[in-house]
């Protein structure tokens, strides 16, 4: 505790609120996505085959066809790496999960039933959880040097360090004691 001297400045709040619940959810999805739109690439590419053996008109459509599938499998991949910047830059998470939400809803058409439903429902609800993620308010009351009733006036809370009424130096919460003057504390 002694880097946490009286006059010290404090450590910058440590932030690691990360949307990780919605990246997770974005990225399977977008990993469900992906094969839906390879099956269905796959699919896609022996009909063509099979189509465009006969020729005629049908062969442009099923061309059509592959390159939908194609795109899903694109989505599939966008959805995964929008997952990830979710994690990367929390700050984006508003526009990265309408993106998510829009790609999920893209991939209905274009990937294999939305990369086998379940891809599109864990794209959905990775989506509306990034854009409703809020980061919970930092733990932010007094700056850890400053005296009790410091120019903040902010109070302290209960389990953080407190201040030794005799020498003003920090003291650990749950310490009979100061450690420093071994002032008796209340
Ligand atoms: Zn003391």
Redesign the pocket.
């Known amino acids: 505790m002694s880097q946490f001297a009286y006059g010290a400045p404090p450590p910058p709040p440590a932030t690691h609120e990360k949307p990780t619940a919605a990246a997770v959810l974005a990225i399977i999805g977008g990993v469900f996505i992906f094969l839906g739109g390879l099956l269905e690439l796959a699919i896609a590419a022996a009909a063509t085959a099979t189509v465009c053996a006969f020729g005629g008109a049908y062969c442009g459509a099923s061309g059509l066809f592959l390159a939908i599938a194609g795109a899903g499998v694109l989505i599939g991949i966008l959805t995964i790496v929008f997952g990830v910047l979710l994690l990367v830059r929390p700050g984006l998470h508003l526009v990265l999960g309408v993106l998510v939400l829009v790609f999920a809803f893209i991939s209905l058409v274009t990937s294999l039933i939305g990369g086998f439903v379940i891809g599109f429902i864990l794209a959905l609800i990775g989506g509306i959880l990034a854009i409703v993620w809020k980061p919970s308010p930092p733990p932010y009351a007094a700056p850890m040097g400053a005296p009790m009733g410091g120019t903040m006036g902010a109070p302290i809370p209960p389990a953080s360090p407190r201040v ?6 920090m ?1 650990p919460a749950d310490t009979k004691f ?6 008796a504390l209340g």
């Open positions: 030794c009424m005799k020498c003003g130096r003291v100061c450690p420093h003057c071994g002032n």
